[in-house]
C-alpha cells in the first residue's frame, strides 16, 4: 500500500507570508495531484504533475514534482486570508487507484 | 457544466440503523468514485466504478457497505448496520477515466452516528 506523507499537518501563518508544504512517499507515483478542500465541500483540483522534476505554477502557487517522483512540494508566495484550507495531495501508481495523503490544514491570518 | 450531486448533506442515525446516500455525476462521465473521510483525514477510497462495473472495492466493509451504480449513471452507498466509527464525510466524486484524469467531488454527505 502506498503512503503519501503529507508536513506540517497544520500550519497557521499571518496574511503576506510564504509557506512551503510538502508530500513525501517511500512509492513512485506516475503522477501526483493537489487539491483544497474548504470546510463543508469536496476537495478541488489545483494541479496534476507527471514528470520529475517538473514545476507547475498558479498565480501565487508553486508545485514541484520530486526527480524521483516520490515526492512533490507546494510552496504560496505571500499568503492571503483565501488560501486558507485543507492542502492534499494524492497519487497514481501503478494499477492501483489514487491515494490520498492526510492534508496539511492551512490556516492564513489577516 | 453542472458538478457533482450529493444527497443528503447531513444525515444523523443510532447505530445499528441503516442509512443511503446518493450521487449524481457529471454528466459523460464514465468513473465514478465513493470516499470516505473520518475528521482530520484524507479521503479513502471506498468504491471505484467504470461506467456500471466495480473497478476496485477492496477498502469496502462489504459486511455492512454496498453500492451500486445502475445504468451507469447514478450511484448509492448503502451502510446497514451502521456502527459509531462510520461517523464520517461521504464524498462522491467522477472523472472522465483516464487514469490521470481529474476528480471533480461533490459536497458529501457528513454522516453522524449516535
Known amino acids: 500500500t502506498q503512503l503519501l506523507e503529507q508536513s506540517p499537518q497544520f500550519l497557521s501563518i499571518q496574511e503576506g507570508e510564504n509557506l512551503t508544504v510538502y508530500c513525501n512517499s517511500s512509492?513512485?507515483?506516475?503522477?501526483l495531484q493537489w487539491y483544497r478542500q474548504e470546510p463543508g465541500e469536496g476537495p478541488v483540483l489545483l494541479v496534476t504533475v507527471v514528470t520529475g522534476g517538473e514545476v507547475k505554477k498558479l498565480k501565487r502557487l508553486t508545485f514541484q514534482f520530486g526527480d524521483a517522483r516520490k515526492d512533490s512540494s507546494l510552496h504560496i508566495t505571500a499568503a492571503q486570508p483565501g488560501d486558507t484550507g485543507l492542502y492534499l495531495c494524492a497519487g497514481v501508481s501503478g494499477n492501483t487507484p489514487l491515494v490520498f495523503g492526510k492534508g496539511t490544514r492551512l490556516s492564513v491570518i489577516a | 457544466e453542472a458538478g457533482v450531486a450529493q444527497s443528503p448533506r447531513y444525515k444523523i442515525i443510532e447505530k445499528r440503523q441503516s442509512v443511503a446516500f446518493w450521487c449524481n455525476p457529471i454528466s459523460g462521465h464514465a468513473t465514478l468514485y465513493w470516499y470516505q473521510q473520518i475528521l482530520g483525514q484524507g479521503p479513502k477510497l471506498l468504491i471505484q466504478f467504470q461506467n456500471n462495473g466495480v473497478v476496485d472495492d477492496s477498502q469496502l466493509p462489504k459486511d455492512r457497505f454496498s453500492a451500486e451504480r445502475l445504468k451507469g449513471v447514478d450511484s448509492t452507498l448503502k451502510i446497514q448496520p451502521a456502527k459509531l466509527e462510520d461517523s464520517a464525510v461521504y464524498l462522491c466524486?467522477?472523472?472522465?477515466?483516464?487514469?490521470?484524469?481529474?476528480?471533480?467531488f461533490g459536497n458529501g454527505t457528513r454522516l453522524t452516528v449516535t
Open positions: 512509492s513512485v507515483f506516475s503522477s
Open positions: 466524486a467522477s472523472s472522465l477515466g483516464a487514469r490521470r484524469s481529474p476528480l471533480h
